[in-house]
């Protein structure tokens, strides 16, 4: 089972407006943010290119 921990400000808005960036850049693809201990230690962005 998977424990879900809840911080207070635990995320900076810094971080928050990063991940917002990424999700409004592409079109097509994933946002993957990764935790330690409870902290993000990096947000990954991988973007698809549809071919019609």
């Known amino acids: ?12 808005n810094q971080e928050w ?5 990424y999700i409004e850049a592409i079109s097509y693809g994933s ?11 990096q947000i990954e962005k991988n973007e698809k290119v549809r071919l019609k």
Do not use: F
Request: glycine share 4%; proline share 0%.
């Open 1 to 12: 089972m998977m424990k879900v921990v809840h911080q207070k400000d635990s995320i900076s």
């Open 17 to 21: 407006n990063k991940i917002k960036e």
């Open 31 to 41: 946002v993957t943010v990764v935790v330690q201990d409870g902290k993000i230690i």
